[in-house]
């Protein structure tokens, strides 16, 4: 088919049509580019939302009183000090400024906070086997996307310079 495609754009095209047809691949192969960029700053966006109410959320006496009944350890240190992690984590890959630094931030926060805190496998009663299941997962998800982001960096419409390919 592109065989065919080619000889009827060689030869049978007058020249005005062949630059026609070409402008008119160039402009939309362009607007796809911008597009496609667009979607990875919104997903940036999206993805950075999250970490930052779950940042703010962690300076206050909720997360504190949830962290001591699991059980984690110095709660009074790690607790605001995770946050601090989540907030520049969230900053970072927002801005896309150093965010594969940022995205290593939140892996550092998830982890710990994963294995301590959503220990389903320890619970009995159903819908928190439940309810702790789901936030282990969500959270070994969000570790993988950060893995991404540490491997792939941000991405177009950010502050950290790219390198040119």
């Not at 607790?79 to 907030?87: E, Q, R, T």
């Not at 290593?104 to 159903?126: K, M, N, Q």
């Amino acid at each position: 088919m592109s065989k065919i495609f080619y000889v009827f754009y060689t030869f049978i095209l007058s020249s005005n049509a062949k630059q026609d047809i070409s402008n008119s691949l160039r402009k939309t192969h362009l607007s796809k580019e911008i597009s496609m960029k667009c979607f990875v700053l919104l997903g940036r966006i999206l993805f950075s939302c999250f970490f930052l109410a779950k940042a703010l959320h962690h300076f206050t006496g909720e997360v504190m009183t949830r962290s001591i009944e699991a059980g984690a350890p110095i709660p009074g240190v790690l607790v605001p000090v995770s946050g601090i992690l989540l907030l520049l984590g969230a900053v970072s890959i927002l801005l896309g400024y150093k965010a594969r630094v940022g995205a290593w931030f939140l892996i550092i926060e998830l982890l710990p906070a994963t294995l301590i805190l959503h220990r389903f496998w320890e619970v009995r009663e159903g819908h928190i086997v439940f309810l702790q299941t789901y936030c282990f997962l969500k959270n070994i998800s969000l570790i993988g996307a950060c893995l991404m982001i540490a491997y792939f960096g941000s991405g177009p419409f950010s502050l950290s310079k790219q390198p040119k390919k």
